[in-house]
């Protein structure tokens, strides 16, 4: 079976790209192909140009990661994880992988983190001003969504969730009432509602309204 994926690049949604070298993000990672051959593992290969050449498919070099059992990728997105002013690459399946991009067209192994069950959507921006990217999961299977806040390197914390309603299958982080937090917004399948938790600017949001 073969799952194609929605692809944006992390400026052009909600959030911040932390770039602090003087390099700036010159290299656009692309997911060219995300397939399961069979029950047990997925396969995502990525192609991506070298520093400062347009993207060229044809011509960059490609990688291909296996992510695991069962790991049925959902969603993937791209953020500024390790400070290297390059983008990495975070895949939603079983749980969470980041793909940090190593330069050159290069990436490192996958490193796994923990989500809730069933994650389907995710979304980086930073909610706890702490100058990294964080990530936000909705876990279809929990009724929650899990935010690991990121601390640099590629590093999160373990996951705290926060209660949604039935089945999240979307999740944005989002300045809902302009009061310049980032607040969640989360869409849930069973009721069709539209689930905001508002944010305190410090990695905690309140309980949600639909
Ligand atoms: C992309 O790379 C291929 C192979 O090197 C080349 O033939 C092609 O002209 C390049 N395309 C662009 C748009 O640069
Ligand atoms: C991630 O976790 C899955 C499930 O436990 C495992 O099969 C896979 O090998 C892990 N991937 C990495 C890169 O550690
Ligand atoms: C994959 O996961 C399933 C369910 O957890 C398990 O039964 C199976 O043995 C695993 N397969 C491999 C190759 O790890
Ligand atoms: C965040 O701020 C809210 C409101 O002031 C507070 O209730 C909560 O405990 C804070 N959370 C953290 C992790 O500091």
Not at 50 to 65: D, F, H
Not at 102 to 122: C, D, H, K, R
Not at 184 to 203: C, F, H, K, P, W
Request: hydrophobic share 40%; with cysteine.
């Amino acid at each position: 079976m073969t799952y194609s994926f929605l692809w944006h690049i992390l400026g052009s949604a909600i959030g911040t790209i932390i770039a602090t070298t003087s390099t700036p993000a010159v290299i656009t990672p692309r997911i060219s192909t995300a397939t399961t051959s069979n029950p047990t593992a997925t396969t995502i290969t990525i192609s991506s140009t070298a520093p400062g050449q347009a993207c060229n498919l044809t011509s960059a070099p490609i990688t291909t990661y296996t992510l695991g059992n069962g790991s049925n990728p959902k969603k993937h997105t791209a953020g500024e994880f390790d400070q290297d002013g390059i983008l990495d690459i975070v895949v939603v399946n079983v749980g969470f992988n980041i793909i940090l991009a190593l330069g050159n067209g290069a990436y490192a192994t996958p490193i796994n983190f923990t989500t809730g069950s069933g994650p389907e959507s995710v979304f980086v921006a930073d909610v706890n001003n702490g100058n990294r990217l964080d990530v936000i999961v909705a876990n279809y299977y929990r009724n929650s969504v899990s935010e690991l806040l990121g601390f640099g390197g590629g590093r999160f914390t373990a996951q705290t969730a926060f209660i949604t309603s039935s089945y999240p299958i979307a999740v944005v982080v989002v300045d809902f009432n302009a009061h310049n937090r980032l607040d969640l917004a989360v869409i849930n399948l069973i009721g069709q509602t539209i689930s905001i938790l508002l944010g305190y600017e410090n990695g905690s949001f309140g309980q949600q309204t639909t």
